[in-house]
């Protein structure tokens, strides 16, 4: 059974400290690792892709990725109440079925004010 | 521009029955997946559609199918429904087939089985 695994938390951070949300995968041949934000009661909200080694900035949003360790983590800079979410690492992975998207359980980040 | 939009929003079902739940695509989009996704846990990938065809399916029993239409919309049919079938169910469009590409979620189909 191929893999995404997530810290469930809750993470707890104080307002404008930074997050950080890590993944874990098991194919080795992954490619495309997607950080998903999901309210409560809401469907996910793709924040973040990224495909190579290294890392990824868009606004206070941070992807890094390493294939050779099969980490990813998505770090949130000045972390406000209103980024208090589940947020959801999806890698796409392959079988005798097809291309899939893979999601972890999720992590559900509280930020207090 | 309209983003992915499903149909219905809500749902109550009896065991036994049958369901069908719709979703269209962004426009210009022309795969659609359908995930499940139950109360704590990620979604669980079922289908993908791409070009009218199946390009993938996920870990599902039989009395789950899908099919593409010509504009790219998509229905998800869930026969003989069990109680463990209650779910969010999510449909994410994206340019092409592959998972390697961005997909985009619909607001999702709550599906609640009594």
């Known amino acids: 059974q191929k893999e995404v695994e997530q810290n469930s938390g809750p993470l707890s951070v104080p307002e404008g400290a930074i997050a950080s949300l890590n993944c874990t995968y098991s194919d080795r041949v992954s490619q495309s690792f997607f950080w998903y934000r999901q309210y409560s009661g809401k469907s996910p909200e793709l924040i973040m892709s990224?495909?190579?080694?290294g890392d990824k900035e868009d606004g206070r949003f941070t992807a890094q990725l390493n294939k050779a360790s099969q980490y990813v983590s998505l770090l949130i800079r000045d972390s406000q109440p209103s980024d208090s979410a589940t947020y959801l690492c999806?890698?796409?992975?392959?079988?005798?079925?097809?291309?899939?998207?893979?999601f972890g359980g999720g992590t559900r980040l509280m930020v207090k004010p | 521009d309209a983003g992915v939009t499903q149909s219905p929003t809500h749902l109550i079902k009896t065991r036994g029955q049958q369901v069908t739940l719709r979703c269209s695509p962004i426009?210009?989009?022309?795969?659609v997946s359908w995930y499940q996704q139950v109360l704590g846990q990620g979604p669980q990938f079922i289908f993908q559609y791409y070009e009218k065809e199946e390009r993938g399916r996920g870990n599902f029993p039989d009395r789950f199918s899908a099919r593409q239409f010509p504009n790219y919309s998509s229905e998800l049919n869930v026969n003989a429904l069990l109680l463990g079938d209650s779910a969010l169910y999510l449909c994410?469009?994206?340019?092409?087939?592959?998972?390697?590409?961005?997909?985009?979620f619909g607001q999702g189909t709550r599906l609640t089985v009594v």
């Open positions: 994410a469009s994206s340019l092409e087939g592959g998972a390697w590409l961005e997909a985009f």
């Open positions: 426009s210009g989009h022309k795969s």
């Open positions: 990224i495909y190579s080694n």
């Open positions: 999806a890698v796409d992975q392959y079988n005798n079925a097809g291309n899939m998207l893979t």
